[in-house]
C-alpha cells in the first residue's frame, strides 16, 4: 500500500539556516501535490524551577512575541515556501505544539530541522526532532541544519 500525502507540516525557527529545510518541505509538497503549513513556536519562559510564571505583563509579553514571529514567519514564507503554505504561530513547549499541530491539520508528514547537537550539548539542551521522531504518528523528515 503506498501512502498518501496530502498534508505536510513545517516547523520551522525562522533562521537562514532553516531556508534548507523550506526547501525540503517545499520540493515534497510540490511532489504530492500537498497542503504545507509552516509552524513557529513561541516557547514560554520559565520561571523558577521550571514553573511557569503566569502574569497579565508575561501573558502580553508572550502575545508580542506571536506577533513579531507571525511578521517574520510571513516573509521567510513569501520568500522560501510555495504561495498558499498557511502559516501559524504557536506559543508553549515546541513539541507539545508541533505534535499538536501535526494533528490539527491532518498532516501525513513533518519535515523539520536538526541542529544535530553532541556530546554535552545534546544531554542538556536535547533535540525538540529527536522528542518528535519519537512521539509523532506519522512519519518525521530530519534535514541537517547547516551553519549559514
Do not use: C, W
Amino acid at each position: 500500500m503506498r501512502p498518501e500525502i496530502r498534508s505536510i507540516l513545517l516547523p520551522i525557527d525562522i533562521s537562514d539556516a532553516s531556508s534548507r529545510v523550506a526547501g525540503y518541505a517545499a520540493a515534497l509538497a510540490e511532489r504530492f501535490n500537498a497542503r504545507l503549513t509552516a509552524l513557529y513556536v513561541v516557547e514560554e519562559s520559565e520561571g523558577l524551577l521550571g514553573f511557569t510564571v503566569a502574569s497579565r505583563d508575561t501573558d502580553e509579553s508572550v502575545r508580542e512575541l506571536e506577533d513579531a514571529a507571525m511578521g517574520e514567519l510571513a516573509e521567510h514564507a513569501h520568500r522560501y515556501l510555495p504561495a498558499g503554505t498557511e502559516v501559524r504561530v504557536e506559543a508553549g513547549d515546541p513539541t507539545h505544539k508541533i505534535l499538536e499541530a501535526a494533528e490539527q491539520v491532518g498532516a501525513d508528514l513533518i519535515v523539520m530541522g536538526n541542529h544535530n547537537r553532541k556530546g554535552l550539548e545534546r544531554l542538556l539542551v536535547g533535540s525538540t526532532a529527536e522528542h518528535v521522531i519519537r512521539e509523532s504518528k506519522v512519519p518525521v523528515v530530519s534535514v541537517p541544519l547547516l551553519a549559514a
